[in-house]
């Protein structure tokens, strides 16, 4: 039977959906909707390293390396071999998916921080490559990706790509629901906590995270082979770009990584006011400062990200629940936690 | 290719190499008191590097006479930054928020710089610029060999620091087993400030070195990080010698390897030794006893 | 109960942000007769590119002056829309679509630098309007099927250096140089310009004994000099932008490499070139576009105002834009309209059939947009820069082989 609540969040969502789906019919012009299409790609590429940033507490800031390996491998098949657009789209992320697996189990084999340094150097090092391999990527000059729907008008076209963009993050989204809610997620997230506990449990947690790791690989190269559809122009420099793979750590720490649509909310939070800092301030290099001024500030007053911080606000404001059925298994969990992480920190005071 | 070219290349690799060590050594010390891998040391060098160009080109002031006012000053700058930055985030995911809490602070640097200097590359024209010194045949720049001299000079000065020092004492305990240091009275918290101010103040030599030489612009910070941490990796985390050792062997393989592939592959290097070392020898090839924890 | 606060507070924060996004649209768009003629520019006035970026922008800024102070174009004012790009060539297609789609200018003119042209030109050909650019002189520039572009320079990267190339013809067989060391940076226009020579040095038999390609962002240049400087090479081809060419030039000169010739792109005839490199500058080649001493009608004036303004005498990148400007204006004027739509088929058409004086001479274009003319070449000399060819254009004697510097 539907509850009230439940209805409630249907409609939210389908209200949502709707807005999101109708955009390129209400943008006012054609530059909303491509700023619009930039959106997505950031709260996609965002929700995508969402599968291990937030399932397991690894943090990447290389997931760019990701997207540069499916716009290129995208853009290659396609200027290169003449394999059709959309193929080559899918054949380029199968390629990522194998390219992931040796490299996450390197980047895994040891925890923290070697993770992070494998990460960027891979990133660093795909950048040097792709500018090295001037013969079959164009190296610096840049590569061209002939467009797949070549007829289409350039607003038809951001259309167009609006709508398999909002398809893909749909996809990210699912998927990320999908195994929040499952036993198999919920192993994930004892790694997290704790990963030498979650072993001695007997959860092989290299596997677990491997397969997160290429998951959230594929995604983001699907991400990244569509950019390179809808866009047109590949560089190294910018495609395997580290501020960009931050962007998308900073978008769902924004939002909240232990959230489904905190990726997303992050990305529309920091991709719009982007925008509105650029039309008041106009373009100065201060746009860095104020990058790195949310990322430290959320790094050091906010890290579960604002929907939590909003969540509890809102409590603050309401009557106690009344009924102890409301509460379910996930919040209680969730207060079990915070608890939990409220002891940590009165013992570290010490 | 000639003989004299392989020697010169050998000698510039192993100038490079010293200020590679110059520079690693901020990143170990980090590691060692904090566990912390601060992406922003580069952040920092770029920016006294900065300020040394501001002062020289305001007042025509050398860079080796501004250093003596630069060096306490990142000292200081370090030993808050981890006082009121660092020491502030969680310990339970200290590893992964300090990248991104550096992070956020070479953007701001990187920022700042372009917001005042603009996005322009700049270089220093000192009188001796464009001297060398030649011994048979091989040409040794004398930028070069000032930047080298100040890096092993400020490396000197770091082993007295660590070894015949008090403080150094301190440190060294802090770095190998932090709970005993606290047990033997040791204030751990104080010391780690102390470790970030030493490895800003060499930051600031390590800037003023680059000054002497290199052409500067905001963004040029991300093209030392890889390399950076390519040098502490393979020489062992936490390991001020080995990365030292490692910043040689590196830079000169790169200098050699340039000879033959060119700039681009010769960087590609440093991020394969990188790779090679994570899978076969995780805690590096020179030293490194810390890093058998990680 | 708390999943649902949380999906409504999501959802109605996307939707105000979208809602917001929507307010920003500009309202803009009826062009009254009275109304200014806008011109949308993006530039990069910061990162790698600010330089020239800047300079640029004063020679835009110079033109539409001059424009407006004579009357304006078809009796409207000229308007410039200048907007950062960063170097960034994300910024630039974003840049030229809010100008184009939600700023509604008139008219657009090209950014800076080859690697930003082509995506800039792309989004101008997708929204139906004419593209005349100052910067990309890239041989790629024009094998992208672009119909709507035009170079405003006489000649594309790979011809830059062709009055160098006979020079050296003309020599007498034994006083020729004969071997050859490129480095260049991996660049469209820096690639452009010392590969088109150095295919033309081959045919000539002389011997490349080294070929250095380096990414943008190199500064350490002390190892590719010494490979450079090993070869004792008569001639040293840079293939650069700016600061690579005074760092290469500062490295060659510690490890003590005295070339014959030493022939450089684009950072000569950068005012700041001499103090750069410590005025060690004799004998130093570039290829321009451009010489303050042209006689050409149009020259004449825009170096007087220029002068009167700034104080100095424009260079070569405030004379592109310029140049840009002056092309713009005369299709502006030939067709007798400026705004969005069909007129700009019509200044399309226009300039594909025409011939438009300019401060760098006449110009015309193929079907591409690859001007047909050929670039000077200018030597130091004494501290300033002398074109040495062609002939007819000369101001100084060629010095071979050059000074020690």
Redesign the interface.
Known sequence: MLSV??V??IV??L??AV??VT?PQ???????L???V?VLIYATLSTSWNFVGGFTGYMSIGHAAWFGLGAYGTGLLIARLDIPSFAALFISAAIVGLIAIPVGLAALRVRGISFVIVTVALLLVLQ?VF?GL?DLTG????L?VPRPFPDL???E?HAVFFLIFTALLAVNLVAWWAIDRSRFGLRLKAIREDEDKAQALGIPTRAYKLSMFVVSGVLAALAGGLYALW???L?P??VFSILFSVYAVLMALVGGIR?L?GP??GA??VG?GA??FK?GF????LHLVLTGGLLAVVVLFMPDGL?PA??DL??RFRPQ?SSIR?VTVE?LREAERQGNAGIDAQEVGK | ??L??VL??IV?GLL?GGAYALLASGLTLYFGVMRVIQIAHPAFLVLAAYLAWDVHQKFGIDPLLTMVVMVPLFFAMGFLFQRVLISRLRPRTLEMMSVLLTFAIALIIEGLL?FVY????R?I?LPY????I?IADV?I?A??LVSFGLAALALVALYILLSKTALGQALRATIQHPEAARLVGINTERVAGFGFGIGLATAAVGGTAMSLN????P??HW?YIGILLAVIVVGGLGSVWGAAIAAMVLGVS??LL??QL???W?QTFFYVALFVTLLVRPQGFFGGRLAQRF | ???????????T???A??A???C??GDSGDTGSDDPIRVGISLP????F??PGTAIERGYQAWADMVNEGGGLLGRQVELVI?????????V??DY??L???DQVDLVAGPFSS?LV??AA??AQ??GMAFVEPAGA?A?VFN?GFDNLFYAAPAVADDHWNHLVEAIVAMPESERPTTAAYAVM???FA?GTAYGLKAKLEGLGIETLAD?????????F???A??I??TKADIVVGGTQ??DA??QI??L????YQPKLAAYSAAPTNPEFA??I?G?TDGILAPTAYTPDASYPSNVAFVEWYTAKHDAAPSEDEANAYTTGQVIQAAVEAVGCAEQGECQQKLVDWLHGNTVDTVVGPLSWDANGRPQGAHLIMQWQDGEIKIVFPADAAEGEFVYPKAAW
Do not use: C
């Open positions: 609540s439940r409630v969040r939210t969502l209200v949502v807005a999101v955009f209400w943008a006012p012009n054609p530059y909303i491509s700023a619009g930039v040097l500018q001037a190296g610096s000059q840049g061209v008008l350039r607003p076209h866009f047109g122009d560089d420099i910018f959230h649509f997303v909310l529309v939070i719009v925008e509105f039309a106009g373009d100065t290099q929907i909003a969540r809102i409590d629940q409301e919040q | 290719m000639s004299a070219l010169q290349s510039l490079l372009g603009s996005g322009t590359q270089r024209n610029s464009d001297a060398s030649e040409h720049p930028v070069k290199a052409t500067i612009y963004s040029l093209h790169q200098s340039q000879l060119g700039p681009i010769a | 109960m708390k999943k649902k606060q949380l999906l409504a507070v999501a959802g924060v996307a939707v942000a979208l917001l996004t929507g920003t649209a006035l910061t990162g790698d600010a330089e907007v950062d790009d960063q170097s960034n060539p994300d910024k297609v974003a679509e809010k184009i789609g939600q690697r082509i995506p792309r989004v997708e929204y890239a790629d992208q991996d660049d469209p690639m250095v390609v380096y990414p943008p962002t190199t500064t350490e002390t190892d590719i010494a490979k400087a090993a700016y600061q005074v760092n500062v490295a000169r510690q490890l003590g103090n750069a410590g060690a």
